[in-house]
């Protein structure tokens, strides 16, 4: 990949909003997303305007995107696992394919009625950096920027800019790490656990064309 002119500023944003659901005219999941495990835990609503992952006792479920994103800003409204949570994970992340994957994750860890949830990020890079630096990586949550990853390709560290990902979100059981360190375990009689996916808009993501992110801007 040559390096961009320098007065290009190309920020990575990935954006995630947990929130109440809305009546949304965005994204349809059928159109943009393939249930990839669980498959009859996973439901299309709303004529695919509203995706939802189920969990019980047999399994957990999960999608990815069609598309493959190499930056760029996406959105995804969640409603996280309602009531007693304690022992689920909705993980929400990108990931790019193969031995030296990059990878951005949001992992929401459940917990018991009332008590607050957990959320873990995480940033896997393995895609060999260059010498651009102009790229930002911001975690955003309804909005509030809740984590920066400097890029320090300058300085040796991989950054992930590099390798194309592809959306994914699971809902998964781990009750024995998750909820206060595996102390609180998935309450099976609450089961099916359920989270919901509305308003998926990836209108300002750049797909895998390289040539394409030369000529733009983003803030
Ligand atoms: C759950 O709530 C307890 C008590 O407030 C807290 O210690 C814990 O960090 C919370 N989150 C998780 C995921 O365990």
């Known amino acids: 990949m040559a390096s961009p002119p320098s007065s290009v500023a190309a920020g990575l944003l990935i954006s995630i909003l947990a929130s109440l659901l809305m009546v949304s005219s965005a994204g349809n999941f059928h159109q943009d997303f393939d249930i990839v495990w669980g498959y009859n835990k996973a439901k299309f609503l709303n004529y695919g305007q509203v995706l939802t992952l189920n969990l019980d006792k047999e399994s957990g479920s999960g999608f990815q995107s069609k598309n ?6 996406i959105d995804m409204q969640i409603k996280l696992v309602p009531g007693n949570s304690a022992g689920t ?25 009332g008590e607050p949830y957990i959320l873990h990020t995480n940033v896997f890079c393995q895609g060999k950096g260059n010498r651009e630096q102009q790229f ?43 909820t206060r360190g595996g102390l609180v375990k998935t309450d099976w009689s609450q089961a099916p656990f359920t989270a919901s996916y509305t308003n998926f808009n990836d209108d300002n993501a750049l797909y895998l064309d390289l040539w394409t992110i030369f000529f733009l801007r983003f803030k």
């Open 68 to 73: 493959e994103y190499l930056f760029g800003k």
């Open 89 to 113: 994970v909705t993980a929400y992340y990108l990931s790019s394919k193969g031995a030296n994957w990059d990878e951005i994750d949001f992992e929401f860890l459940g917990n018991v009625t």
């Open 136 to 178: 930002y990586l911001c975690f955003y949550v309804d909005d509030i920027p809740i984590r920066e990853f400097e890029n320090m390709e300058s300085y040796g560290i991989p950054f992930p800019k590099h390798q194309p990902m592809r959306i994914y979100s699971t809902l998964w059981n781990a009750d024995d790490w998750a």
